[in-house]
DNA sequence: CTGAAAGCGCTTACAG
DNA sequence: CTGAAAGCGCTTACAG
């Protein structure tokens, strides 16, 4: 391993000083044309390349993210993943990935603090709400992805949170499965503290009253593939009293409850039930499953993210809430409207 | 946002020097244990946590390894961050996640050495090797992660990397499909400069080799979803000429496979034609799948990695190979053995 | 446009 | 066990 080039071993080739070589590496700084040729020249020759510590340090910028998660198996995250960490990419940022259970949350807490990240990303809806003022006290960004704060406010500050909106995807599935003719209509939820469920939910109740239906079931499956399956089966488990349809709070557990329903239930679908799901994951799209779903659009999400981060990093402090639209996929988990039912409400028909 | 506090304020609060609030926050420093208490008493009525930027400034050790990646739609590499993040954040490490088309791989290699993290992990099959070697010549260890250097050494140096026992595995897969009767067996590749594409196909060649057999085709799916579901279209163009046995690199083109053959091609599987993947992704399992397959232990994986690694940040320059077993997982998508073929050779079946 | 100097927040010999 | 001091590799007013 050889010795670190400093840029003083770059001052000394090129004859200049170590503010010039520091100048030659900060866009937009004073430095004449062929110093800073000069300057490249000699860096290029010794394989300099600047120190991001020692300027973090000193700019007491890091230029880097902390992007904190706890579970990846649902694919939908590692979407994110993907796409968040190459737009800050582009933007000179780079992300600090956190993998943590609810649990040890102080302690993934502390080393993001110490490592002097210029903000925080919370893309899980299981981090405890806590850890995020926790950040917030210490002067960090915050931004909750696909999620919102339990506490909007506290102490005088409130959490930036990005989220699709999720009431209006959740009444657009109610809607569908109504005009489809459903009215056994059984809901799946996350996690019963997840703002996300809580609004898809609400959303599906929505255009259930509007129809005058109230929900025919409802399951609790923990954004969980092993426990989907066995809400699912509790769901089902009564013959007379079967859902026509299931809305799942996420397309993890929509193919969980596609996979059970057709294995271990014999239920066809959607002939015998109808099944939608949430996010759009590329699993959706396989034939196997030809998942009907709300598509969460990860890419606005993103984007808006970026604009949170960025606009708390520059020290405008105000925390908001930014919403994204989502669009209905159907696909072929939904049965058609029944015959009747089409003549009943052919008009409509587009 | 508050100012931040540094080990001077914690220093003036508990009357002693920055030396000592210095020594009480490392472990194995020598301080008074009463000293030691007041110092954490006044850090922790100030908030104060130590820098880790200036502590890696003047300890030359990040504690940062950057981990490079190029896609995560294959689900096996989500598995893999998530338990090398979460084994590097016990070791008391952390992951700089980097996001790395072939393409800007450039860019990327300088970014990861300007972060003067202190190793690098290279988890895709698809980033170019010499990337890996720049990175060694700037003194940085790199360990490939299920690949191996397209060039074992360079410059006295050589790139240490973790691998499953590819060739072995594809043996395995090869034997079973021989001993279950299987003749016209198809290979679907993955990159055709993709180590573990290589090897797997060598092995399977082996076992058909002993077997007095010979690949009956080949194809090749650069692990991409909608190329493999292209490339096995072809492999089965021909109705009289098709393969009995598809055997794939890994679980992604599989599932593809197994798509494209049941719902474009009307067979079934594994009546018509049995498949196998490698790697036993999360959605192998799935019952719409059921996939038989290779298993690669990313958990011994990891711990290879780790020790890689630290072995050579640790100052040890040997680079070396790690290679770990991997285990057949017999599930439904290889056709039993016929009939005649069974009786033939009873006295063989365990 | 350029250089000398101060300083970012720590760690770590070196004395005592 | 403790403190004063040097220094990690940069950036950035401040003069010139």
Redesign the pocket.
Known sequence: MKA?????DV?RLA?????????A??PG????????ERIHTAARQLG????A???S????RSRIIGLVMSYLENQFYPVVIEQLCQALQQDGYHVLLFISDTEDADNVLMDILQYQVDGIVMASTTLSSALANDCIDAGIPVVMFNRVAQRRTMGGYATSAVTSQNRAGGRLVGELLVSNGHRRIAWLAGAENASTSHEREAGLCDALAAADLQLHARGVGHYDFAEARRAVLALFRDPANRPDALFCANDHMAIAALETLRTELGLHVPRDVSVVGFDNVPQAAWPSFDLTTVQQNVGQMVDATRTLLFEQIGGQVLARGVTVPCVLVERGTVRARSVEYQTHKTSETT
């Open positions: 670190k080039v400093t840029a003083h001052a004859e200049v000083s170590q503010s010039a070589v520091s100048r590496f900060t700084a004073s430095v004449a044309p062929d110093t800073r300099y390349r600047p120190n510590i020692a300027r340090l000193i700019t007491r």
